[in-house]
């Protein structure tokens, strides 16, 4: 039987909602003490995302409704980032802009929203700032599940030494925004990737309208919000900040619609026993020379989750393999299989070892 409420009850909510809302703020400040504690006395030893990572992780506990899931962990994930931010020491955090892109609410889901979040105009520059330590950290999508890998991610990785030091998986929902009814719609702004993730529903739903490319989908939901007859596909957030109407929600044609995002930066984080490690070579261009690596992995008891090849620039034939495995670096199978690739490979990067983010993400088709 559902739990009825009565009136003497009802009044004593407000005492109630006031009771733990000071309980709340006990126990921020608890928080915020023992992080200032830890900071003074070994600040090496905990990094900004991995402290976020962290709390992002938790397990809710058994006590909490499962409809509650999704908010408490935005939540917390923002109270580790701007206390972290606040107590230890502020830190930039560079992120492919602008303001309320999916990099950003990547970006924001990782290290909360107060966490010097710093918008740039393009992956590139998110890895020049990093290399330079103009920033501490960078946010970048590496992969989505319908489009598969990002070309100017892994384009920076051959280029730039940094490392990755987390992943954030990122549901990816795009809305058809706009000032005027579907039926007067003539263009559909957003960029590419998102009007591919889209095809389908559009030319389904608006066959006559034409597409247009732009920077991003906070840039389309500008223009869409000043010309006469144009829509954007965005998010939610860039629909209030520009005043559109949302005319259709969750068009994106994958109901399992997931980016990937990578954190870049300097850090090397320690095993946490649910670990990724991720691994950029090159091998001889001879025959079975990468089914000889994939033999390696095997015999170490290795599972990988992702593996990508990529072209060499202006070197016709020859590619770069980008390869993902279960397991952290300073872990003896990983070690070892690193040690025995380095001896056959051209060329071996080991790009970072970090742990696992909740969730999986399915491989384009």
């Known amino acids: ?4 409420t009565n009136e003497s009850d009802l009044k004593t909510f407000p005492s109630q909602l006031a009771q733990l809302d000071r309980e709340i703020a006990s126990l921020l400040s608890r928080r915020c003490e023992l992080l200032r504690q830890w900071s003074e006395d070994s600040p090496s030893s905990i990094p900004e995302f991995q402290e976020a990572n962290a709390i992002s992780r938790a397990s809710p506990g058994p006590n909490v409704d ?3 899931h999704g908010l408490l962990d935005s939540l917390m994930s923002h109270i580790a980032g701007a206390v972290h931010h606040h107590v230890v020491r502020p830190q930039h955090v560079a992120y492919l802009g602008p303001e309320h892109s999916f990099s950003y609410a990547a970006a924001a889901k990782f290290f909360g929203k107060d966490s010097g979040l710093l918008p740039l105009p393009s992956i590139a520059a998110v890895f020049d700032e990093v290399a330079r330590e103009q920033a501490k950290y960078g946010v970048v999508p590496i992969e989505n599940s319908t489009d598969g890998r990002i070309v100017d991610t892994l384009t920076m990785f051959a280029r730039t030494p940094v490392q990755i030091c987390g992943e954030i998986l990122l549901p990816i929902h795009h809305n058809l925004l706009a000032r005027v009814p579907r039926d007067e719609i003539r263009n559909v702004y957003s960029k590419p990737q998102a009007l591919s993730q889209c095809r ?3 030319a389904q739903h608006l066959p006559d309208a034409r597409w247009c ?3 991003s989908t906070t840039a389309a939901a500008k223009i869409a919000s000043e010309e006469p007859g144009a829509a954007a596909v965005a998010s939610i957030e860039a629909a209030t900040q ?3 109407d949302v005319v259709a929600k969750n068009i ?3 109901p399992n619609n997931v980016t990937r995002f990578v954190v870049i930066g300097k850090d090397r984080p320690r095993p946490t026993g649910c670990d ?3 691994l950029m070579f090159q091998v001889p261009h001879k025959p079975g020379a990468l089914a000889d690596v994939m033999v390696l992995f095997k015999q170490n008891g290795l599972n990988l989750t992702w593996i990508e090849s990529f072209p ?4 016709p034939n020859e590619y770069l393999f980008f390869v993902e495995l279960e397991g952290h670096s300073d872990n003896g199978p990983v070690a070892q299989a690193i040690d025995r690739l380095r001896i056959d490979a051209l060329r071996l990067e080991c790009l970072g070892s970090y742990p696992k983010a909740n969730g999986t993400i399915k491989a384009a088709t």
């Open 200 to 202: 389908g529903w559009l």
């Open 276 to 278: 990724k490690t991720s």
């Open 66 to 68: 499962p409809r509650d």
């Open 213 to 215: 490319e732009v920077a």
């Open 252 to 254: 994106e044609d994958s």
């Open 1 to 4: 039987m559902p739990k009825t």
């Open 242 to 244: 520009y005043g559109l």
């Open 312 to 315: 060499i620039p202006s070197t």
